[in-house]
């Protein structure tokens, strides 16, 4: 497997309303070994993330009903014990968008039209970080 360890948990949720870029993504990292769950919108993706504590959520920026920074805004809230890391893919990165991300830490914005290879690249690169942090305690 690609940069990953089976010590650490290995779920990728992806969430995003066009069922295309979903099955890309997910055989593109289930290829790469990773356990891959799936949502069609912001509370699917939502409700996955309480009952499965992904470890990497990517989601879509604007989706119908709760888009893409609404649904980081409820993972916030939620203090999940776990460390997770989003990509969130955009068409477009418009300046409140810019801004917004700017203040978190634990967020890398993808602009689309994407390359799932660069997608799994940094789902690896966020691993490897994870494994050094965890072997350093």
Do not use: C
Not at 19 to 26: A, E, G, N, T
Not at 53 to 81: C, F, R, T
């Amino acid at each position: 497997m690609e940069g990953i360890d089976s010590a650490y948990t290995k779920k990728v949720l992806i969430v995003d309303d066009e069922p295309y870029i979903v099955r890309v993504l997910k055989l593109k990292l289930e290829h790469a070994g990773y356990e891959v769950l799936t949502a069609v919108n912001g509370i699917d993706g939502m409700e996955k993330f309480v009952r499965e504590k992904p470890a990497v959520v990517i989601s879509d920026i604007k989706m119908p009903l709760v888009d893409g920074q609404e649904l980081y805004n409820m993972m916030m809230h939620h203090k999940s014990k776990e460390p997770y890391f989003v990509i969130a893919m955009t068409s477009s990165v418009d300046n409140s968008l810019q801004k917004w991300a700017s203040e978190l830490s634990n967020v890398q914005f993808v602009e689309k039209p994407f390359s799932p290879s660069n997608i799994l690249k940094v789902v690896n690169e966020y691993f490897s970080k994870l494994q050094e942090s965890n072997a350093a305690r």
